[in-house]
């Protein structure tokens, strides 16, 4: 049986320590951190074609895990250079992209392997010129360290940090006013939630941010029928018009849930409005002339009675009339 003897730091006690965890984190390989997890798990031990079914993984790729761990400083002994992994035959299949972060905890990053990471990786080097212009100022070092764990730590593409940190400015500047930028920790938040909403390609990040631009612009519809006046909304107003948006309900069906409201309660009361429309949804009307018809006494149902009481109105007389009868009441008087 092909097997290594690995040592482990802290082996005894059977945990990942902060040291090796922030080391595989950093690294952000799968291979090597599914490997390194595997030997603490057998004690130390790698048995070459038992680590390879249990993980899935070919020959090459497991002694390129291990290789990444000696130069983490991660496992030390094993004498895996005593046996050469083969040469492939054929070109290895792409590997599987690793999952994003599951934790909001950011790495840290000494100053020493910022400066390192600027003059050696020209993508980040580019990136940190790029975020600094877009921002309209000079990036600190607390900055370099979040946007370089979003890089590094989160993976995402360089084109798709810089879409993400160009609308998200807009975004600030729209609420806050121009010349306004937001924080790097601000971007960092957005960064996790588009890893793990799997927005890691230029297509999804664009197709995201068309998403949002057309819901500003149905929001802003929204608004208008509401006779919302106010540049922002509360956030809890805001989860009202994006839940009515969601449910497919357009400025026209919001407008008239917003008449309505207004003749029951005289004001905009919020809660009574999303009562009416979340029964709109519960019995799927979504457009005005499915809501009529459904609701005939306060829609076409009350037309005739309207014009019944105008027929009961008689006409005003025409001044002409008014004067002829003037004239004949003064003859009759001897006037």
């Known amino acids: 049986m092909d097997e290594r003897r690995f040592h ?3 082996q005894e006690n059977h945990f990942i320590s902060g040291s090796a965890l922030s080391k595989l984190l950093r690294r952000a390989d799968g291979n090597a951190t599914l490997v390194y997890l595997h030997i603490l798990q057998q004690k130390g031990t790698l048995c070459i074609h038992g680590a390879m079914s249990a993980l899935v993984l070919s020959e090459q790729e497991l002694y390129a895990a291990v290789g990444v761990l000696a130069t983490l400083g991660l496992v030390s002994g094993g004498d895996m250079s005593a046996t050469a992994a083969p040469s492939p035959q054929k070109q290895s299949p792409p590997k599987t992209k690793p ?8 790495p840290q990053y000494t100053a020493a392997e910022i400066e390192r990471e600027i003059s050696t990786d020209s993508g980040f080097a580019a990136l940190v010129k790029e975020v600094s212009g877009i921002l309209n100022r000079i990036l600190t070092a607390a900055d370099l360290t979040t946007l370089m764990g979003i890089y590094r730590h989160l993976g995402l593409p360089l084109e798709v940090i810089y879409q993400l940190v160009s609308h998200a400015t807009r975004e600030h500047q729209d609420r806050h006013g121009a010349g306004k930028s937001p924080t790097l920790r601000g971007l960092e938040k957005i960064a996790y939630i588009w890893a793990r909403e799997d927005i890691t390609t230029l297509d999804a990040a664009m197709a995201h941010i ?3 631009t057309q819901i500003k612009s149905e929001v802003g519809q929204l608004k208008k029928a509401l006779d919302i006046r106010q540049d922002n909304l509360t956030p809890t107003q805001e989860k009202y018009l994006h839940r009515w948006l969601e449910q497919g309900f357009g400025a026209e069906v919001i407008a008239l849930a917003y008449d309505k409201t207004m003749v029951k309660t005289g004001s905009l009361q919020w809660r009574y409005l999303d009562a009416i429309v979340s029964d709109w949804h519960k019995k799927g009307l979504t457009t005005i002339d499915a809501i ?5 006494a306060q829609g076409q149902g009350a037309k005739p009675h309207l014009r019944k009481q105008k027929a009961d109105v ?3 007389p025409d001044r002409d009339e008014i004067a002829r009868k003037r004239r004949l009441l003064e003859q009759m008087n001897g006037g």
Not at 99 to 106: A, F, K, N, S, Y
């Open 99 to 106: 999952e994003p972060p599951q934790t909001d905890e950011p």
């Open 210 to 212: 068309d998403r949002r």
């Open 292 to 296: 009529e018809a459904a609701e005939p």
């Open 314 to 316: 008689p006409a005003a």
């Open 8 to 10: 482990l730091p802290d």
